[in-house]
């Protein structure tokens, strides 16, 4: 499951490795993050830990609703609020704190957040258009885009074109990020490259879904490697070649008594002493002188 941790963008800066290299880093500071309810199964339907992350909240700042939610479990308020899918051994007590602790060097996760708002944007800056001819007869549409629908069938833009609106200020999500430090004693995540977002900004920072390790790793996938009773169980073909191998010894031993028999036979002959008085003599001539 993807577990994570709700955290603050507090800006860039940079660390060098031992072997001299310079990566830049995006520094997350993580307020340790309370458990204000645990979400189960027979009551809810699904499993999931309900975080409190942020810098707490003045009572006069929170609605009727929350007081209650917070009062009845005993926990702080806090910025941002969010739910968190988990397994049965992630599962934690209401009123325990998760913080940068989960995390390691060198580890794959993904952060979520939102960006920087741009404002309104034409095609060219929100989707990479490229401007039209500035000569050749063209002299007032340079920077717009070409054509949009359709003349008579059917007659409509579809949706989605791309056309100008609202840049940035989306939820974006930015996988397979690496872990470069971790300072369990700030609570400080040193993540390398860009995080979506502003200064300052909420960000989540959660562990790689099955779904993203097998992207990444394709060669785990559990189905392409043979099961444990495909191995164990033999094929007909193997049954058959096993019950030949079996049967030829018992063939090799007779074959190696025949002869056996056949030379015994063959010298019996030469010790009689009346096969060797009747046999003529091959030496001389034919009337055996």
């Known amino acids: 499951m993807a577990i994570g941790v709700i955290g603050q963008k507090e800006g860039m800066s940079r660390i060098f490795r031992e072997q001299g290299d310079s990566v830049p880093c995006t520094i997350i500071r993580v307020i340790p993050n309370r458990i204000c309810q645990v979400k189960t199964m027979d009551n809810d339907g699904y499993q999931a830990l309900q975080l409190v992350g942020g810098q707490n909240r003045k009572a006069s700042n929170i ?3 929350m007081k209650g939610h917070f009062r009845k479990t005993s926990v702080q308020a806090g910025k941002e609020i969010h739910e968190f ?6 599962i934690k007590k209401t009123g325990a704190e998760i913080g940068v602790e989960i995390f390691s060097e060198g580890q794959k996760v993904r952060v ?10 034409g095609t060219i800056k929100r989707h990479n258009f490229h401007g039209q001819d500035n000569s050749h007869g063209n ?3 340079h920077r717009v885009m070409g054509s949009v629908g359709q003349c008579q069938f059917p007659g409509r833009v579809f949706k989605g074109k791309k056309m100008p609106g609202q840049m940035g200020n989306a939820r974006v999500t930015v996988k397979n990020l690496e872990i470069v430090k971790v300072d369990k004693e700030r609570q400080l995540l040193w993540i390398k490259g860009a995080v979506p977002g502003s200064r300052n900004n909420t960000v989540l920072i959660r562990h790689l879904s099955d779904i993203d390790i097998q992207a990444v790793s394709p060669d785990l996938d559990p189905q392409q490697q043979p099961s444990k009773t495909e191995q164990k169980s033999p094929t007909t073909t193997d049954t058959a070649v096993e019950q030949t ?23 019996e002959p030469e010790n009689d002493p009346k096969t060797e008085e009747a046999s003529p003599s091959k030496v001389g001539d034919k009337d055996g002188t």
């Open 139 to 141: 002299s007032l549409s």
């Open 63 to 65: 609605t009727r609703p």
């Open 245 to 267: 191998a079996e049967a030829q010894p018992a063939d090799d031993k007779k074959s190696e008594a025949k002869p056996t028999s056949v030379s015994q036979a063959a010298k």
């Open 85 to 90: 899918r988990v397994s049965d051994r992630e």
């Open 112 to 121: 979520t957040g939102i960006s920087k708002g741009k404002g309104f944007a």
